[in-house]
């Protein structure tokens, strides 16, 4: 394994997409889809045997600056990596151009499960599988190297809880980590986080199973929830057999989504001290329980205007859709609860589009494969706010609570209200890109928050009619497309990564 560390992460993850097209392969051999089938073997073996021949030629490269050389991987992964993942897709369809192809595998590797195929019935199963892999392999990317390659350059919100400047600094994880090779870093933390992401995967997986779902539709869902793509072959949770139960159980895996300290320490009896004691877990825990209870309380008024308080059924139906689909979107994984028509329905409540919009920009937790805002930063910015409001009333007060508090409320909030001000000058600019392709402003804005927030899912239950990507023309597609990496890698390690000091070493 210690290889590996002789060969480029471009390299790397070429190889692990290769391989990962005969998995395909076997699912369209057991469903007798010799097109399909055939079309990911070709495409796998011709990619495996460059990827050899790029490996052979570059093992033992020498780079001056790893971390650096990392960064630009992450951004090459998101944005050239599609091409190769998007042959075999492109093949097995064979109805669709290349840019569609090349559209949907972005969406899918960002984990933001947008699709210009609505109907399920469009593609093949196995074409569906792929997806759900794609994504699932992004979900994991993204976990990786927010830990062993953003952490230690204090990017992808650990900036709010270190003083050190934003990529530039050292996070202290477990001593000097600054001076470990990034390269050690990634397959160290790769031996951690891998049993962990595939451990879950395989335990939703069968939990799902025993609820109803059919394997194939069950292992779809469970790597899209672990990977927060919001990807399904049956067009979401409510067209699958497993109905409430499933939808249970993916509530209790999208607590991973939330908080970073649910799986960084291992799956022990003390992580649950530690998640409930964590900052993001509380923010997180917050929002599902308060709005969920605001929208049940506005729907109790609505069904007691039509005469129907005493469907207690119905109240609890829609109180569920309500959680489960604020949390769901929270981690910006996009699946509705079968329960969620339900909900409107009962109080005759229009779309809550704009609640949708806020839960997507908020995201879920820093170092999770959430997008979003995150709530780390949101809660610097709460913890701010709280102590100026304090100092309206004791201007001579000293806030307490530890050094590390005192950073989060000052230099931690200042950083997120700057990411969020860039977050928010890149939602504009974005807009004003779609506006001119002709769009209007609401689908503008929605599509815009929808690949921000690496949510997909969005575009089709925010607005009162549903936004498909596939009315879309090509222009507007490799701006959302765009907008996809950008929010997947966050503005400030893109401004990381233009930063002349980081090209001087």
Not at 27 to 44: E, K, M, N, P, Q
Not at 89 to 99: D, G, K, Q, Y
Not at 116 to 143: C, E, K, N, Q, S
Request: proline share 5%.
């Amino acid at each position: 394994m210690h290889r590996l560390l002789n060969l480029s992460l471009v390299t790397i993850v070429m190889g692990v997409g290769a391989l990962a097209m005969f998995v395909p392969v076997l699912h369209g051999l057991a469903v007798r889809d010799w097109l399909t089938a055939r079309s990911f073997f070709y495409s796998g073996t011709l990619f495996l045997t460059l990827t050899l021949l790029i490996a052979i030629a570059g093992y033992n490269g020498r780079t001056r600056n790893l971390a650096r050389s990392h960064l630009v991987a992450m951004l090459a992964v998101f944005t050239v990596l599609p091409l190769m993942l998007a042959v075999p897709f492109h093949e097995a369809v064979r109805n669709t151009r290349f840019l569609n192809a090349y559209f949907e595998m972005v969406s899918s590797l960002t984990t933001t499960g947008a699709t210009l195929f609505p109907d399920p019935g469009r593609l093949a199963p196995t074409v569906h599988l792929w997806r759900a892999i794609v994504g699932w392999m992004g979900g994991y990317f993204i976990w990786l190297t927010a830990i062993a390659v953003l952490a230690p350059m204090n990017l992808g919100g650990f900036e709010v809880t270190t003083p050190a400047p934003a990529g530039r600094g050292a996070r202290q994880l477990e001593g000097p980590t600054h001076r470990t090779d990034p390269r050690e870093r990634l397959l160290r933390f790769n031996g951690q986080l891998m049993p962990i992401y595939v451990g879950l995967t395989g335990v939703l997986w069968l939990l799902l199973i025993l609820a109803g779902d059919t394997p194939f539709v069950a292992a779809c869902h469970a790597m899209s929830v672990l990977s927060t793509s919001g990807i399904s072959p049956v067009g979401g949770l409510q067209g699958a057999p497993s109905g409430i139960l499933g939808e249970l159980m993916v509530f209790v895996f999208l607590v991973f989504a939330v908080s970073r300290q649910s799986f960084t320490n291992g799956l022990k009896p003390a992580t649950v001290t530690r998640v409930v004691r964590d900052s993001e877990f509380r923010m997180g825990l917050a929002a599902v329980i308060a709005l969920p209870l605001l929208l049940f309380a506005h729907h109790w008024i609505g069904a007691y205007e039509v005469a129907e308080q005493q469907n207690l059924l119905a109240a609890l139906r829609a109180l569920w859709g309500s959680v489960f689909t604020v949390l769901s979107f929270l981690t910006t994984t996009g699946f509705t609860s079968g329960d969620w028509i339900e909900m409107r329905n009962w109080s005759g409540l229009q779309t809550p589009g704009l609640i949708l919009v806020g839960l997507a920009m908020i995201g879920g937790g820093v170092a999770t494969t959430a997008g979003g805002v995150k709530l780390l930063r949101v809660y610097a910015l709460y913890k701010h706010g709280q102590r100026e409001l304090e100092r309206l009333f004791h201007p001579s007060s000293v806030g307490g609570a530890g050094p590390m508090a005192r950073h989060i409320r000052r230099g931690g909030a200042y950083i997120s209200w700057v990411f969020f001000m860039l977050f928010a000058l890149s939602v504009a600019v974005v807009m004003a890109a779609l506006s001119l392709t002709g769009l209007g402003f609401e689908a503008a804005m929605v599509l815009t928050v929808s690949a921000m927030s690496t949510t997909g899912p969005l575009a089709a239950v925010a607005g009162e009619t549903p936004i498909l990507y596939g009315g879309l023309g090509d222009v507007a597609k490799m701006i959302l497309a765009a907008a996809m990496v950008l929010g997947r890698l966050e503005t400030l390690a893109i401004i990381a990564l233009l930063n002349p000091e980081l090209w001087r070493h």
